[in-house]
């Protein structure tokens, strides 16, 4: 969290909530010789999680289809990883096809997939276009479908090398608390993001034996340019509040953190479930004074 934020948030709390403090953990490489691809990274949880990835020695494909891709490949490549930025829509068949075909040119191989490209077309239900539906459908949970296959045919292909990690290769799908927490006005990204979550529970399934985990991260309310409105003034950031019991919003560091350790052996039982990083906001915290 910025300086700036920081005094923002002291403005707008009520006086009696502490400080918040950000973690400061020192980057540990944990994924040293890992090969990680990240879409739509050029901004956002996606660009967060590539330099993380980065910093904790992976070597790493940042993928996106629009934005500056410089920054992300810079950072994720200051502490020695090989880094390279490639421009490709996720939701067509054949530009994934060929994003994995130079990645496995250029790198070898993949181990980690970050499943992170989304975007929402917001409407009230009766007003909403197939278009929109068939957008936010199409990237959301086609995308992370064509990545998922393209990851699990080379993770098979390759199997468990030791040297480099005890599994055969990680997806991680950047979900939300909208897979489980319904949302008016947004019935087709919550649709894709429930959709994301038997997606990724029936491949964890399918694959485990093959030693290859697929599990979902689902974040809260995340300071990115997706939800810009959500602290663009005290009022709207004090009412996102009511529904963060933590009283802080979420920084992109907060996923990337979680997402180096998820990819990592530290987590190597973990497959098939979703991990909220949300504040506690699936603590449905309308309930707090009971109901
Ligand atoms: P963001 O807009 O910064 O990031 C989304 C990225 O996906 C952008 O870089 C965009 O260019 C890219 N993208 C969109 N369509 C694409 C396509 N067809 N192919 C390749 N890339 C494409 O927003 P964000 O908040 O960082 O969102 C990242 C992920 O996190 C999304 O899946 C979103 O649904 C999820 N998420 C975000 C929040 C939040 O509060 N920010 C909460 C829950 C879930």
Sequence with gaps: MTQSMTQFVRDVQPDQL????????PAVKILKGQKA???????????????????????VVVNYRSGDPSEAVEKASHCGSRCYAHQADVSREEEVQKMFAKMLRDFSTIDILINNAGLQKDAKFEEMTLEQWNAVIG????????????????FKRRGVNPKVSCSAGKIICISSVHDVIPWAGHVNYAASKGGVMLMMKSIAQEVAPFRIRCLSICPGAIRTPINIDAWKTPEAY??????????????????????????????????????????????????????
């Excluded at 502490?18 to 953990?25: G, H, I, L, W, Y």
């Excluded at 691809?37 to 070597?59: F, H, M, P």
């Design 18 to 25: 502490p400080d918040v403090v950000m973690p400061a953990c």
């Design 37 to 59: 691809l990240v879409t739509g990274a050029s901004s956002g949880i996606g660009k967060a999680i590539a330099i993380a990835l980065g910093e904790a020695g992976a070597d």
């Design 139 to 154: 990237v959301n949970l086609t995308g992370q479908f064509l990545c998922a296959r393209e990851a699990v045919k080379e």
């Design 238 to 291: 004090r009412e996102l509040m009511k529904l963060i019991p933590y009283k802080r919003i979420g920084e992109p560091e907060d996923i990337g953190q979680a997402a180096v350790w998820l990819a990592s052996d530290y987590a190597d039982y973990i497959t098939g479930t979703n991990l909220y990083i949300d504040g506690g906001m699936t603590l449905y915290p309308g309930f707090e004074a009971g109901g």
